[in-house]
Nanobody, 120 residues
Framework: QVQLVESGGGSVQAEGSLRLSCVASRSGLSINTMAWYRQAPGKQRELVAVVTSGGTTNYADSVKGRFTISRDNAKSTVYLQMNSLKPEDTGVYYC??????????????WGQGTQVTVSS
């Protein structure tokens, strides 16, 4: 079993910055995709940013140019640098990882979520 442990959430004023981190509880994993999702009150969970094992990234249109996702494969860690934060970025941010145990056998894991609150 693998756990994803997030950190770095908190409260910040608009235009401020936060950095989220998420580390897998086991090392030496073959982690295919890592991503950050968020869920605002009363809304569905949405994809914020994703990074593949090869380093290819993709972002939601609403965060392009403000957020940067990165990963450290040696540390089984994914980061989300969030700049120029807006009140609409408020929500619970969830880490996601798709682990390949053996070729063709994949399992998805989620973190417990970390709250990000941006005030105007």
């Amino acid at each position: 079993q693998v756990q994803l442990v997030e950190s770095g959430g908190g409260s910040v004023q608009a235009e401020g910055s936060l950095r989220l981190s998420c580390v897998a509880s086991r090392s030496g994993l073959s982690i295919n995709t890592m991503a950050w999702y968020r869920q605002a009150p009363g809304k569905q969970r949405e994809l914020v940013a994703v990074v593949t094992s090869g380093g290819t990234t993709n972002y939601a249109d609403s965060v392009k140019g403000r957020f940067t996702i990165s990963r450290d494969n040696a540390k089984s860690t994914v980061y989300l640098q969030m700049n120029s934060l807006k009140p609409e970025d408020t929500g619970v941010y969830y880490c996601f990882a798709r682990i390949e145990w053996v070729v063709g056998y994949l399992s998805d894991y989620w973190g417990q979520g970390t709250q990000v609150t941006v005030s105007s």
